[in-house]
């Protein structure tokens, strides 16, 4: 019936109304059959307009009705909708007696009118509460005049001052000058005579007054410029909206807060009109040290805002506080206690709140535990259970378990792997509380239905919007969910609650005491940690990390460590919240902190750990260096192997947090001077320098008449790890290979590369043979290898090189455009360059005792009494398993020659993160190489779909498929866009995806002319992978204790 009613209800415009309000009543209407036409008419507006019904019919009646009906209106009161229905009746019996009674004289027939009506009325005066007549025309009540009338012409006593008025709804002024941070608008308003007021500005105005003879500046919002009004209006209506009222205060009239707060200005009486006079001209320089009485607030006693007061605004402490409510952050910054001072409070509308919080419309049930005793603290303790969670959080938990004081809402959340952890973890909440208070939990209510366990299903929900904003705001992965919602906990404990007394928080109904927030930061903040040096002087005494919450039983942050762990501690420094320009300071100290040696970072941990800790690292010593506990980040997600989980996550967090601002790897040597990371691409090029003189690559010469020398190019490349943190800054030189000429430059060029499905092998022996499979890297590998006795190769000086004074003076040249470089060895790019480092290292390795593979070129193996090595190659990157770990590490120890880098267990190996556990095997996958696909593409954000290829695919009319063009465009996909997506695509089907192997292979069917029905198929398939980017090819093998390993092949 009600959305019925909805559906079919009258609706009338604003400009309709005004036009049926300022109309007078039908002569054959009554009197109270107009006044329930003007309410209908109020109601259909969809606004209050309950004051225009009472001025209809006090000013659309008869003349002489008017001036009688004028003299009974109050104005003090607000009932607009009961005065007007009086005056309706007694218009009507005004009215009949005035038909009866005309004839008589004008004194005659208003006697005998009031002394009729008076003899018919039967209600009770709600002034003096006898019956007979109304409380407007109460003898008992004087009669006060009209205030407007005061007004109602302009006069020099109002010049400069601000009216203030109980009959404005709004701010008004008559001088556009008055009004900063002006806004145009198009509104009307009603003036008391019925006449419209257009409005065409609106801003806000900082006003010098005096409160208690003592200067103060005032700023009013929301203040509308009306060119047609009198005077300059302060709406009363307005200020007690935000919490003032006028009162007495030391023998004079002042506007002040209703809780006894400071005097915002003080009031003077004129002509029986309350003004407000300004102290100094409306436009001024506000000084830093005054205090401003925003009348857009409520005002509270004044604060000192000291050193320690943490300042900022109203959106700024919105986000640090877990995006809570606007509300409760204003109503914590008032505690003098709290520690923060808002510097501005304009409400923003916050993105991540809508994406973090937003819930379908509908109405709520009714919470049935409301009528359980809550008398006391601990009486009746909720609870409820949820999960399982996707994905896992980094702890491996999949439920979280909370539970809710009904007296107090304190709130605890604990977080669980399995559901029967609950009964655990509850006597562990009841160390706050009485052990004989009475609990409800999910065992007995519906799923999805609130109304059975309300109060802690619906904290569920707070707690999940928290977290939901905080993680998409900080761009930490989802598995630390778990961390984000017991820091949710722990701020909805401190934070201003609805249902108790006051507003009063949970820890402040437990304490009696204020909360202090100063130690609230933004979830995800970066920040210092102090580091102990131990015995080592020359250490780092601080390490880059992230705030992920504060410690509920220890004092201090817990903070999350790139190579370490996740610690509670409170040696935190240079808090900063995450905006674009301080992450790129943290990837800064980061690229800093990656120069320690990874065994001293791991040796150099937080102070304030627990000796549960310690006891798990002390345990953690004994075991293979390889094997760790293993936990579960996403759905098949297992931590890689030769790392604690503490180390992934934090790789993972900082790969998240840095990586999302940071800066595309430089294209020119011009881009890279140009970069913000300029100094830091200058050390890496003196480096690489340094390293191709050491290895003695070059020497530099004169340039001879008629040579043919080579251009040179800078390649700037950002290293990663496995997990995508950032290692370091690599600039390589590498020759313009294709200015080379056959036979003059180069002669033989090929090289072969390993097999993926030999890759996959070694895996699988490694979990065969229990030993995990090593990553080896030959630093500036090419540069190894000598280049042919019979070609001589020049380059041109290469951007940025400087050439001695001395060095000019010995050839005999002027200026640097006279030399050149001959190569004595290979470089980077060269044609030859592949061939000539692998015949190289082919030499050694058969020089130390390999045979090479007769199925695969670039894998060797060597059985030495009994124990086989196997070693596969792809160009300067080896992987290297055993029958036993002596072994593997005796053969790095074999390769001192070409200086051969121990990477340890594979953690990334050709752009494939391994995981590796003891007991299940090698999980590979290729997430970020599917995410760098796709920021290369445009297609970071894409809606991924279920199938990597549809039906339509076997639909498409080849003949008439549109071709993509050759040439380059703004916006336009070209043949080349479609061959680096079609690489991208088959490497990845190639090493660890096999499902879209049907759906690249045809995609890739004319990769030379290809058309717009193959790229919205290249399309598909990367949008398939952007929503299954997390699946993992598992090479699980077979123990060593069971039946032989079967290969085919």
């Given at each position: 019936?009600?959305?019925?009613?909805?559906?079919f209800?009258t609706n009338?415009t604003?400009?309709?109304?005004?036009?049926?309000?300022?109309a007078?009543k039908?002569a054959?209407r009554?009197?109270?059959?107009?006044?329930?036409?003007?309410?209908?008419?109020?109601?259909?507006?969809?606004?209050?307009?309950?004051?225009l019904v009472l001025?209809?019919?006090?000013l659309y009646a008869?003349p002489?009705?008017?001036?009688?009906?004028?003299?009974?209106?109050?104005?003090?009161?607000?009932?607009?909708?009961q005065?007007?229905?009086?005056?309706a009746?007694?218009?009507q019996?005004w009215?009949?007696e005035?038909?009866?009674q005309?004839?008589?004289?004008?004194?005659t027939?208003?006697a005998?009118?009031e002394s009729?009506?008076q003899?018919?009325?039967?209600?009770?005066?709600h002034?003096c509460?006898r019956?007979?007549?109304?409380?407007?025309t109460?003898?008992?009540?004087?009669?006060?005049?009209?205030l407007?009338?005061?007004v109602?012409?302009?006069?020099?006593?109002?010049?400069?001052?601000?009216?203030?008025?109980?009959?404005?709804?709004?701010?008004l002024?008559?001088?556009?000058?008055?009004?900063?941070?002006v806004?145009?608008?198009?509104d009307?308003?009603?003036?008391?005579?019925?006449e419209l007021?257009?409005?065409?500005k609106r801003g806000?105005v900082?006003?010098?007054?005096t409160?208690?003879?003592?200067?103060q500046v005032?700023?009013?919002t929301?203040v509308?410029f009306?060119?047609d009004v009198?005077?300059?209006l302060i709406?009363?209506?307005?200020?007690?909206?935000?919490?003032?009222?006028?009162?007495?205060?030391?023998?004079?009239r002042?506007?002040?807060?209703?809780?006894?707060?400071?005097v915002?200005f003080?009031?003077e009486?004129?002509?029986?009109?309350?003004?407000?006079?300004?102290?100094?001209?409306p436009r001024?320089?506000l000084?830093?040290?005054?205090?401003?009485?925003?009348?857009?607030?409520e005002?509270?006693?004044?604060?000192?805002v000291?050193g320690?007061?943490?300042?900022g605004?109203?959106l700024e402490?919105?986000k640090r506080?877990?995006?809570?409510?606007?509300?409760?952050?204003?109503?914590?910054?008032?505690?003098?206690?709290?520690g923060?001072?808002?510097?501005?409070?304009?409400?923003?509308n916050c993105?991540?709140?809508?994406?973090?919080?937003?819930?379908k419309?509908?109405?709520?049930?009714?919470?049935?535990?409301?009528?359980?005793p809550i008398d006391?603290?601990?009486?009746?303790?909720?609870?409820d259970?949820?999960?399982?969670?996707?994905p896992?959080?980094r702890?491996?938990?999949?439920?979280?378990?909370?539970?809710?004081?009904?007296?107090?809402?304190?709130?605890?959340?604990?977080?669980?792997?399995?559901k029967?952890?609950?009964?655990?973890?509850?006597?562990?909440?009841l160390?706050?509380f009485?052990k004989?208070?009475?609990?409800?939990s999910?065992?007995?209510?519906?799923?999805?239905?609130?109304?059975s366990n309300?109060?802690a299903?619906r904290?569920?929900?707070?707690?999940?919007n928290m977290?939901?904003c905080m993680?998409?705001?900080?761009?930490?992965?989802?598995?630390?969910w778990?961390?984000?919602?017991?820091?949710?906990?722990?701020i909805?404990n401190r934070?201003?609650t609805?249902?108790?007394?006051?507003?009063?928080?949970?820890?402040?109904v437990?304490?009696?005491?204020?909360?202090?927030?100063?130690?609230?930061?933004?979830?995800?903040s970066p920040?210092?940690?102090?580091?102990d040096p131990r015995k080592k002087n020359f250490?780092?005494?601080?390490?880059?990390a992230?705030i992920?919450?504060?410690?509920?039983?220890?004092k201090?942050?817990?903070?999350?460590?790139p190579?370490?762990?996740?610690?509670t501690?409170?040696?935190?420094?240079n808090?900063?919240t995450?905006?674009?320009?301080?992450?790129?300071?943290?990837?800064r100290?980061?690229l800093?902190g990656?120069?320690?040696?990874v065994?001293e970072a791991?040796?150099?941990v937080?102070e304030?750990?627990?000796?549960?800790s310690k006891?798990?690292?002390?345990?953690?010593k004994?075991k293979?260096?390889w094997?760790?506990?293993r936990?579960v980040?996403?759905s098949?997600?297992?931590?890689?192997?030769?790392m604690t989980n503490?180390t992934a996550q934090?790789?993972?967090?900082?790969r998240d947090?840095v990586?999302?601002?940071?800066?595309?790897?430089?294209k020119?040597?011009?881009?890279?001077?140009?970069s913000?990371?300029?100094?830091?691409?200058?050390?890496?090029?003196a480096?690489?320098?340094r390293a191709?003189?050491?290895?003695g690559?070059w020497?530099?010469v004169?340039?001879?008449?008629?040579?043919?020398a080579?251009?040179?190019?800078?390649?700037?490349?950002t290293?990663m790890d496995?997990?995508?943190?950032?290692e370091?800054l690599k600039?390589?030189?590498?020759?313009?290979?294709n200015e080379?000429?056959?036979?003059?430059?180069y002669?033989?060029?090929?090289?072969?590369?390993i097999?993926m499905s030999?890759v996959?092998l070694i895996?699988?022996?490694?979990?065969?043979?229990?030993?995990?499979a090593?990553?080896g890297?030959?630093?500036?590998?090419?540069v190894k290898?000598?280049?042919?006795a019979?070609?001589?190769?020049?380059?041109?000086?290469?951007?940025?090189?400087?050439i001695?004074?001395?060095?000019?003076?010995?050839?005999?040249?002027?200026?640097?455009?006279?030399?050149?470089?001959?190569?004595?060895?290979a470089?980077y790019?060269l044609k030859?360059?592949?061939?000539?480092?692998?015949q190289?290292?082919?030499?050694t390795?058969?020089?130390?005792?390999?045979?090479?593979s007769?199925?695969?070129?670039c894998?060797?193996?060597?059985?030495r009494?009994g124990?086989l090595?196997?070693v596969?190659?792809y160009v300067?990157d080896?992987?290297?398993t055993?029958?036993?770990q002596?072994a593997?590490?005796?053969?790095?120890?074999?390769?001192?020659?070409?200086?051969?880098?121990?990477?340890g267990?594979?953690?990334k190996?050709?752009g494939m993160?391994?995981?590796?556990?003891?007991?299940?095997?090698?999980?590979?996958?290729h997430?970020?190489?599917?995410?760098?696909?796709?920021?290369?593409h445009?297609?970071a954000?894409v809606h991924?779909?279920?199938?990597?290829?549809?039906?339509e695919s076997n639909?498409?009319?080849e003949?008439?498929?549109?071709l993509?063009?050759?040439?380059?465009?703004d916006?336009?996909?070209?043949?080349r866009?479609?061959?680096?997506l079609m690489?991208?695509?088959?490497?990845?089907?190639?090493?660890?995806r096999?499902?879209?192997?049907y759906?690249v292979?045809?995609a890739s069917r004319?990769?030379h002319?290809p058309?717009?029905?193959?790229w919205?198929?290249?399309?598909?398939?990367?949008?398939?992978?952007a929503g299954?980017?997390?699946?993992?090819?598992?090479?699980?093998?077979?123990g060593?204790?069971e039946?032989?390993?079967?290969v085919i092949?």
């Amino acid at each position: 019936m009600e959305r019925m009613l909805d559906a079919f209800k009258t609706n009338i415009t604003p400009a309709q109304a005004m036009k049926l309000f300022t109309a007078p009543k039908d002569a054959k209407r009554s009197w109270p059959y107009h006044y329930m036409y003007l309410v209908a008419i109020s109601e259909a507006t969809g606004s209050s307009a309950d004051y225009l019904v009472l001025n209809n019919i006090v000013l659309y009646a008869s003349p002489q009705l008017r001036t009688v009906l004028m003299a009974k209106v109050d104005q003090s009161r607000t009932d607009y909708l009961q005065h007007a229905e009086e005056l309706a009746h007694f218009a009507q019996s005004w009215e009949t007696e005035s038909t009866k009674q005309k004839s008589l004289g004008r004194e005659t027939v208003n006697a005998v009118r009031e002394s009729s009506y008076q003899r018919k009325e039967t209600r009770s005066c709600h002034e003096c509460g006898r019956v007979g007549h109304l409380r407007a025309t109460c003898p008992d009540r004087k009669q006060r005049a009209d205030l407007t009338l005061a007004v109602g012409e302009k006069s020099g006593e109002f010049d400069g001052v601000w009216i203030l008025d109980s009959g404005s709804s709004r701010h008004l002024v008559n001088d556009e000058s008055l009004l900063e941070e002006v806004d145009d608008c198009s509104d009307e308003c009603v003036q008391p005579n019925g006449e419209l007021l257009s409005i065409t500005k609106r801003g806000k105005v900082l006003q010098s007054v005096t409160a208690c003879d003592e200067e103060q500046v005032v700023e009013l919002t929301n203040v509308y410029f009306a060119p047609d009004v009198v005077h300059n209006l302060i709406s009363y209506g307005q200020l007690d909206k935000r919490g003032f009222e006028l009162r007495q205060h030391a023998g004079r009239r002042v506007v002040a807060a209703k809780d006894g707060g400071r005097v915002a200005f003080d009031v003077e009486m004129r002509c029986n009109v309350l003004v407000v006079r300004a102290a100094v001209g409306p436009r001024h320089e506000l000084p830093s040290d005054v205090i401003m009485a925003a009348l857009s607030q409520e005002l509270t006693e004044p604060v000192e805002v000291s050193g320690d007061v943490q300042k900022g605004t109203l959106l700024e402490f919105h986000k640090r506080l877990a995006h809570l409510n606007y509300d409760s952050v204003e109503r914590l910054a008032k505690e003098p206690s709290s520690g923060i001072y808002l510097t501005d409070h304009k409400r923003v509308n916050c993105l991540t709140c809508a994406e973090g919080k937003q819930t379908k419309n509908r109405r709520s049930k009714k919470d049935t535990g409301a009528h359980s005793p809550i008398d006391r603290v601990g009486g009746v303790i909720c609870s409820d259970l949820k999960g399982p969670m996707t994905p896992k959080d980094r702890l491996g938990n999949r439920y979280m378990i909370n539970f809710v004081d009904f007296k107090s809402n304190y709130c605890r959340v604990f977080l669980a792997r399995t559901k029967d952890a609950a009964a655990k973890l509850f006597e562990h909440f009841l160390v706050y509380f009485e052990k004989d208070s009475t609990a409800r939990s999910t065992q007995r209510s519906e799923a999805r239905n609130q109304s059975s366990n309300g109060k802690a299903e619906r904290m569920h929900r707070t707690i999940m919007n928290m977290a939901r904003c905080m993680i998409f705001a900080c761009g930490l992965p989802l598995r630390f969910w778990g961390d984000a919602v017991q820091y949710a906990a722990y701020i909805l404990n401190r934070a201003p609650t609805n249902s108790n007394p006051g507003r009063a928080s949970p820890l402040k109904v437990l304490t009696g005491k204020s909360p202090p927030l100063g130690e609230i930061v933004v979830f995800g903040s970066p920040c210092t940690v102090y580091r102990d040096p131990r015995k080592k002087n020359f250490a780092q005494r601080a390490q880059t990390a992230m705030i992920v919450g504060v410690g509920e039983e220890t004092k201090g942050y817990r903070v999350y460590l790139p190579k370490d762990r996740v610690v509670t501690t409170h040696h935190v420094k240079n808090i900063e919240t995450l905006d674009k320009e301080q992450n790129l300071q943290v990837q800064r100290l980061y690229l800093q902190g990656d120069e320690t040696p990874v065994s001293e970072a791991q040796a150099s941990v937080a102070e304030a750990t627990s000796a549960r800790s310690k006891k798990k690292r002390a345990s953690s010593k004994k075991k293979k260096p390889w094997a760790r506990e293993r936990h579960v980040t996403r759905s098949v997600a297992k931590n890689a192997g030769g790392m604690t989980n503490e180390t992934a996550q934090s790789q993972e967090a900082a790969r998240d947090i840095v990586n999302s601002v940071t800066e595309h790897d430089p294209k020119t040597y011009q881009e890279a001077m140009r970069s913000k990371l300029k100094d830091k691409w200058l050390a890496a090029m003196a480096e690489e320098l340094r390293a191709l003189e050491d290895n003695g690559v070059w020497r530099v010469v004169r340039k001879l008449k008629g040579a043919h020398a080579l251009h040179t190019k800078w390649v700037y490349k950002t290293k990663m790890d496995a997990e995508g943190a950032i290692e370091r800054l690599k600039a390589r030189l590498v020759a313009c290979g294709n200015e080379q000429e056959f036979g003059v430059d180069y002669s033989v060029t090929f090289s072969a590369v390993i097999e993926m499905s030999s890759v996959k092998l070694i895996f699988v022996l490694a979990r065969k043979w229990r030993v995990p499979a090593k990553h080896g890297d030959v630093p500036n590998a090419y540069v190894k290898a000598d280049k042919e006795a019979e070609l001589d190769i020049f380059l041109h000086l290469p951007r940025g090189m400087m050439i001695p004074e001395d060095v000019r003076r010995r050839l005999g040249v002027d200026n640097d455009s006279e030399l050149v470089l001959e190569l004595l060895k290979a470089l980077y790019s060269l044609k030859q360059a592949g061939r000539l480092w692998n015949q190289l290292l082919h030499k050694t390795l058969i020089k130390l005792g390999f045979a090479q593979s007769l199925t695969d070129m670039c894998v060797y193996h060597r059985r030495r009494e009994g124990i086989l090595v196997v070693v596969g190659v792809y160009v300067d990157d080896l992987l290297v398993t055993g029958m036993e770990q002596q072994a593997v590490d005796a053969f790095f120890g074999e390769l001192t020659e070409l200086s051969i880098k121990d990477l340890g267990p594979a953690s990334k190996f050709l752009g494939m993160r391994v995981s590796y556990d003891e007991d299940e095997g090698y999980d590979l996958d290729h997430e970020l190489t599917i995410e760098e696909m796709l920021r290369e593409h445009g297609m970071a954000s894409v809606h991924s779909v279920r199938t990597p290829i549809g039906a339509e695919s076997n639909e498409i009319d080849e003949a008439s498929d549109e071709l993509l063009p050759t040439s380059e465009g703004d916006g336009v996909v070209t043949v080349r866009k479609f061959q680096s997506l079609m690489g991208s695509l088959m490497w990845v089907e190639r090493c660890t995806r096999p499902d879209i192997a049907y759906a690249v292979h045809k995609a890739s069917r004319r990769t030379h002319s290809p058309t717009m029905s193959d790229w919205k198929l290249g399309k598909r398939i990367a949008r398939y992978l952007a929503g299954t980017k997390s699946l993992r090819l598992s090479m699980k093998g077979q123990g060593a204790s069971e039946e032989p390993l079967k290969v085919i092949a």
